[in-house]
């Protein structure tokens, strides 16, 4: 059975740091890109951050750079990603999912996780 599971998720102050986890099972995590999504109220779903498990690659939304970094542990099959000065307006359900290429449009994931509440105060 497939599994993608977030954790790390919370409620800070504007400026604070999370940092998010995704545990990945039943599936060859190797060979897996492992996506970033947020999805805040009224809006729709973006890409915030990908990690190419089979080339190391990664990439961040424009909004993210500078801010947050995904990192992945292969003994682990876990990706994470780390968020530091953070914004009100990062607030939203943090989802990770994974896919054959970071380049895949966000429809197209495999498979995905139940999501994790990230909420900024200001």
């Known amino acids: 059975e497939v599994q993608l599971v977030e954790s790390g998720g919370g409620q800070v102050q504007a400026g604070g740091s999370l940092r998010l986890s995704c545990a990945a099972s039943g599936f060859t995590f190797d060979d897996h890109a492992i996506g970033w999504f947020r999805q805040a109220p009224g809006k729709e779903r973006e890409g915030v951050s990908c990690i190419s498990n089979a080339d190391g690659n990664t990439y961040y939304a424009d909004s993210v750079k500078g801010r947050f970094t995904i990192s992945s542990d292969n003994a682990k099959n876990t990706v994470y990603l780390q968020m530091n000065s953070l914004k009100p307006e990062d607030t939203a359900i943090y989802y990770c999912?994974?896919?054959?290429?970071?380049?895949?449009?966000?429809?197209?994931?495999?498979?995905w996780g139940q999501g994790t509440q990230v909420t900024v105060s200001s």
């Open positions: 999912a994974a896919d054959y290429s970071c380049k895949a449009p966000s429809r197209e994931y495999l498979y």
